[in-house]
């Protein structure tokens, strides 16, 4: 099965702009999904397809994807986006599993 | 609104087995594949599988065959996952997700299940 790599912590400085990053095989014919996850909660999609995002997410979230990595951007971090962010993507073994990366933690200092 | 609620935590033995329900509302259960995640204590999120909510086909990720089963009660909208032969190294939250749209993500999300493996 696919793997999807993360770096562990990404900081940034409120009001700042950060990217986060997702390399792996997959990536390469699938689209990538992004969650975001708060202490004690479900996580919550942000991004999907080629840069698409759910309703009510704000437009501060925006996604790339060159290759084999996929990014997501958050231009003007807030307080509210710390937490931990994990990318996914369909498996490139074409049975409709899904894979996930390991997750980045993300501070906003 | 499009919703997905799940059963209570469980406190488990080694060696029995458990059942967590996610109970969909809000749209039409048969449109949309349901996908089972745990996350263990501390830990990333890994994916168990999914099941084809028109047909009951279950696929399962690799390390999930066997032990893991999900079914489906149409009738209530409601998937179901069975894992019998607990062990300690099953204790996580469980969750149910829906499919977005086809490849395009898991939304919503349950509010998980913790499921607790000690003697």
């Known amino acids: 099965s696919s793997e999807l790599t993360q770096d562990p912590a990404v900081s940034v400085a409120l009001g700042q702009t950060v990217r986060i990053t997702c390399q792996g095989d997959?990536?390469?014919?699938?689209?990538a999904s992004w969650y975001h996850q708060k202490p004690g909660q479900a996580p919550v999609l942000v991004m999907y397809g080629k840069n698409d995002r759910p309703s009510g997410i704000p437009d501060r979230f925006s996604g790339s994807s060159s290759g084999n990595i996929a990014s997501l951007t958050i231009t003007g971090a807030q307080a509210e986006d710390e937490g931990d962010y994990y990318c996914?993507?369909?498996?490139?073994?074409?049975?409709?599993?899904?894979?996930f990366g390991g997750g980045t933690r993300l501070t906003v200092l | 609104q499009v919703q997905l609620v799940q059963s209570g935590s469980e406190l488990k033995k080694p060696g029995a087995s458990v059942r967590v329900y996610c109970k969909a509302s809000g749209y039409t259960f048969r449109n949309y594949d349901m996908n089972w995640v745990r996350q263990a204590p501390g830990k990333g999120l890994e994916y168990i599988g999914w099941i084809n909510t028109r047909t009951g086909n279950p696929t399962y990720a690799q390390g999930f065959t066997g032990r893991f089963v999900f079914s489906l009660d149409t009738s209530v909208s409601t998937a179901y996952l069975q894992i019998s032969s607990l062990k300690a190294e099953d204790t996580a939250v469980y969750y149910c997700?829906?499919?977005?749209?086809?490849?395009?993500?898991?939304?919503?999300w349950g509010q998980g299940t913790l499921v607790i493996v000690s003697s």
């Open positions: 997700a829906r499919d977005y749209f086809d490849a395009s993500g898991l939304h919503p």
């Open positions: 997959s990536l390469r014919s699938n689209f």
């Open positions: 996914n993507s369909r498996d490139s073994g074409g049975n409709h599993l899904e894979v």
